[in-house]
């Protein structure tokens, strides 16, 4: 039996922010992705890809980072899954809530995701941005304007957008596909590789599989902490990956739970086929 991981986290432009920002709802209204969308931090829990498909012809792929919290650099709310996923974005989105609706002061928080940026990878900090100011109309004129200033006093351009029904939001995609036409490639991050346990040292605990429409959902906290050990960019690291779900009986149970060939299996952040 041989089970294939097919990684599909790639994309062109990735937006980044606090939750709660808008983040979804402007992949949702500018591809056909359909991310959970609702009033609490943290509905995003894995990266969303989407098509943008733009009048020229041309189209690139947004990722929907799911929202970064002080200390991500250091692993916090998931922070280094989600990073390593920026990593690979040619260009970066920062949304934020120009309105301060949630309580936060928008300078704050643009300033807090930059360092987050920084400490996990310095390289981030020279990756092109735009910023994107969202909930316009919950903003004064007065805020916008001041968020503005902060942000281009510092080289970046400012683009208001109230994000659920597209105002201000062609300008910044035109903006981004300007940009990407203009950017190399990204050169692939390698990271140095952790020494890998032996399978036979692995602590194993309790796995919960949900299935929902033919994804199955993987919930195993002691899984996830041998995942933050793994680059996933390394082929070696992830034939040990494979050997991981088989020898400690991840994949069995995902057949007990019904999984098919052909099935999306869904492990926090990684996504893969199911392949008999």
């Known amino acids: 039996m041989e089970v294939q991981l097919e990684l599909k986290l790639l994309a ?9 920002v808008g983040k979804s709802t402007l992949i ?15 509905t995003t829990l894995t990266p969303v890809l989407g098509v943008v498909t733009m009048p020229q012809g041309k189209s690139f792929v947004m990722a929907d980072i799911p929202g970064l919290i002080e200390g991500a650099w250091e692993g916090v709310g998931l922070g280094h899954q989600f990073l390593r996923h920026v990593e690979r974005c040619r260009l970066l989105v920062h949304v934020v809530d120009v ?23 310095p390289e981030l900090a020279q990756r092109p941005m735009l910023v994107a100011g969202n909930k316009c109309d919950l903003a004064t004129d007065e805020q916008v304007a ?3 200033k902060f942000v281009t006093d510092q080289g970046y351009e400012f683009f208001p957008i109230m994000a659920p029904i597209r105002e201000g939001v062609d300008p910044l995609l035109n903006k981004v596909l300007e940009q990407l036409t203009k950017l190399p490639p990204i050169l692939r991050y390698e990271a140095e590789a952790p020494a890998l346990q032996p ?3 692995l602590k194993r605990g309790q796995v ?3 299935d929902q429409g033919g994804v199955y959902f993987v919930k195993a906290p002691w899984l996830l902490k041998i995942m933050n050990s793994i680059n996933f960019d390394d082929y070696e ?25 052909g099935d999306t299996v869904d492990l926090y952040d990684l996504e ?4 008999e």
């Open 12 to 20: 062109d432009v990735g937006l980044v922010g606090f939750p709660n």
């Open 146 to 148: 001041d968020f503005e």
């Open 208 to 210: 919960e599989i949900t």
């Open 272 to 275: 893969f086929d199911f392949v």
């Open 28 to 42: 949702s209204v500018v591809s056909q992705a359909k991310p959970n969308i609702a009033n609490y931090h943290f």
């Open 199 to 201: 399978i036979e040292e």
């Open 99 to 121: 309105s301060g609706s949630e309580g936060r002061d928008p300078k704050e928080d643009f300033r807090v995701i930059n360092e987050e940026l920084r400490r996990f990878n």
């Open 237 to 261: 690291s992830l034939q040990y990956f494979q050997r991981v779900l088989i020898e400690t009986g991840v994949i069995d149970a995902l057949r007990e739970a019904g999984c098919q060939e």
